[in-house]
């Protein structure tokens, strides 16, 4: 059986924490601990610094090319000869106490002869002290190993950790930060392994000889890298914020309230975290507006998950690869996690696949139901009828909205928030009523699609946009209200069963 010592987003002290569980694994006389971990140089300092507080236990680390570093005696032994490594290993004195940190050794655990020494080590270890630790960059134990494995998961940095590495390099430098320098770009390197971190302070050094405010582009940069390297979420970018959005009031007022729920104030008057919002509607209704807008007015990251990405061929690869977006996910808190078109990746016709799909989701709606982290997830759908029951449930969502069609008012709201993003010259120069009347039954996604279609005809023609522009293109547009009637219908006689609010208080 896996033992997996997980631990969830924790700002400050998560390598404290990740020492009392490693010490109370290594006192227990757990034989074997697999740690999931890229980060090689801090695994090894925290596993240093357990077997100093366990009684100055020997520690042995061991690499392919380098062989055994401990003990002296011993050094170069076993190198290119990871069966070797455990030889040396169970053949120290009796009562010598020691570790065995090593490195890449997933290579070779699917060797037969490797894996059963390791069942044979698991046994003959649990009178001694002495334990194996297994550095690997992902959680694929062979079946035979499961049993006789204890898995501990390495969180990325905690704010305290960066905190006291960024301290020490500037202090280094001569330049040290005040507590408000320290704090921004400690907040801002959330969600960055030490390396990279190391490697941004490394750059600002080369440039500027101190660490500033200045670095946070970099750190920024650095951050859409790490993102992009682990092929599951999406670092997007948001320039409008609420105010950017036409109609929706309901739903803009109840994001209002919650703007500032994030801070330490709202903690200490009891609130807990607000765990997000579920967005339903046909396509052009300002769902993806909304999720952008939301990051960029409440000053956080927006990651986007594409669910399809979350599905591997390897037999129990998507769910790990769940547990590693969750991971980011919570490292890079606060932050707003948009899953976008959720229904087509958990809906009905995604459950032909051995059950995956609902392992995935049943894991991904765990989280949501108890996590304590800051991460606001926004969940869109363009419908109800793939979307799973388990995810409309209370409890998974703080509120479950409706996007309709806009209303005449909103129609008019939003080809004045689109004049001005587009040509803010005319906004004041057009009767937008009637337009707006040309305009019934259409998205806001349709409203821009006129607005842009009409001043390709005026420019073509070497004039200023006109109000008969705009009728012309509407009359030339088919919107969605009259190709998808049906669907519409059946969305708002859903939503009136008291299943979902209103985003703009139709009705």
Same mark, same amino acid.
């Given at each position: ?23 109370? &694994? ?52 076993? @190198? ?85 590495? &960024? ?289 390709? &005809? ?14 012309? @293109? ?29 985003? @703009?208080?139709?009705?």
């Amino acid at each position: 059986m896996v033992i997996t010592e997980r631990q969830g987003h924790d700002s400050s002290g998560s390598d404290a924490s990740l020492l009392s569980q490693l010490d109370l &694994l290594l006192r227990s006389r757990s034989s074997i601990l697999w740690i999931p971990t890229r980060e090689e140089e801090r695994l090894e300092t925290l596993v240093r610094e357990a077997a100093r507080r366990l009684g100055d236990r020997l520690l042995m680390r061991w690499d392919f090319v380098s062989g055994l570093d401990a003990p002296s005696n011993r050094c170069g032994e076993a @190198a290119r000869n990871p069966m070797a490594a455990l030889a040396g290993f169970a053949g120290l004195g009796e009562d010598q106490a020691a570790i065995l940190l090593l490195l890449d050794f997933h290579r070779y655990v699917e060797d037969a002869a490797i894996s059963r020494r390791l069942r044979n080590l698991a046994r003959e270890l649990r009178s001694k002290p002495r334990t194996l630790v297994i550095a690997a960059p992902g959680l694929n134990l062979p079946p035979e190993l499961e049993d006789c494995v204890s898995v501990l998961e390495l969180p990325l940095p905690g704010r305290e950790e960066i905190e006291r590495l &960024l301290n020490g390099i500037a202090m280094a430098s001569g330049h040290g930060l005040d507590a408000d320098q320290l704090e921004l770009l400690s907040r801002s390197c959330s969600g960055l392994p030490e390396e990279r971190v190391r490697q941004v302070a490394a750059r600002a050094l080369a440039q500027r000889g101190c660490l500033g405010a200045e670095d946070l582009d970099d750190i920024l940069e650095e951050k859409r890298q790490a993102i992009r390297r682990t092929q599951l979420l999406e670092y997007c970018d948001s320039d409008r914020g609420i105010e950017a959005i036409g109609g929706l009031a309901v739903l803009k007022d109840w994001l209002e309230r919650r703007r500032r729920a994030f801070s330490s104030e709202a903690r200490s008057y009891g609130l807990p975290h607000p765990k997000g919002v579920l967005l339903i509607g046909p396509q052009g209704t300002g769902k993806s507006l909304t999720a952008k807008a939301i990051a960029r007015s409440w000053s956080m990251p927006l990651l986007r998950l594409d669910v399809g990405r979350l599905f591997a061929g390897l037999v129990g690869a998507s769910e790990a690869r769940t547990r590693d977006m969750i991971r980011t996910a919570e490292a890079m808190a606060p932050c707003v996690l948009w899953i976008d078109e959720i229904d087509k990746g958990f809906g009905i016709d995604s459950r032909s696949d051995g059950g995956t799909s609902q392992r995935v989701l049943a894991s991904l709606l765990t989280w949501m139901a108890e996590k304590q982290s800051p991460v606001f997830v926004v969940a869109t759908a363009n419908g109800i009828e793939h979307l799973p029951t388990e995810l409309l449930r209370k409890g998974r969502f703080d509120e479950i909205f409706l996007l309709d069609l806009p209303d005449r008012a909103e129609r008019i709201e939003i080809l004045q928030l689109q004049l001005v993003r587009l040509r803010e010259g005319r906004r004041d120069q057009l009767d937008l009523s009637a337009v707006a009347d040309a305009c019934g039954g259409f998205s806001g996604a349709e409203l821009e699609q006129t607005l842009i279609e009409a001043m390709y &005809l005026s420019f073509s023609e070497g004039r200023e946009l006109a109000q008969g522009d705009l009728i012309s @293109a509407a009359r030339q547009l088919v919107p969605l209200s009259r190709t998808a009637r049906e669907q519409l219908e059946q969305l708002k006689q859903w939503a009136a069963g008291g299943r979902a609010r209103s985003a @703009a208080g139709h009705g």
